[in-house]
Nanobody
């Protein structure tokens, strides 16, 4: 079992930045691929970014590439999502997930946090 807790969401103006954190507890954090997803009202949960076990590989959705950066600190059992140049369309609940496979689909992920709201005003 892995427990995940996200933090760092909030209200920001377009063009601003936020840094999300996801703290993990339970089984070995470094054994998991970590991903960030988001879900806007009335929409399905969509992939944002993922990072490999050792942080040697990252992958981003086209919609956030060049603006968002995923990172992890295995010593602190934490994964981060630095979000720059935020747009109103980035408004959503952001979730972190843990997976044993290197996937981009929500069903690839076995554990989820409760989510943190990000609202970007125009």
């Amino acid at each position: 079992q892995v427990q995940l807790v996200e933090s760092g969401g909030g209200l920001v103006q377009a063009g601003g930045s936020l840094r999300l954190s996801c703290a993990a507890s339970g089984r070995s954090f470094s054994s998991y691929v970590m991903g960030w997803f988001r879900q806007a009202p009335g929409k399905e949960r969509e992939f944002v970014a993922r990072i490999s076990w050792s942080a040697s590989s990252t992958y981003y959705a086209d919609s956030v590439k060049g603006r968002f950066t995923i990172s992890r600190d295995n010593a602190e059992n934490t994964v981060y999502l630095q979000m720059n140049s935020l747009k109103p369309e980035d408004t959503a609940v952001y979730y972190c997930g843990a997976s044993v496979v290197f996937g981009t689909r929500a069903y690839d992920y076995d554990y989820w946090g409760q989510g943190t709201q990000v609202t970007v005003s125009s």
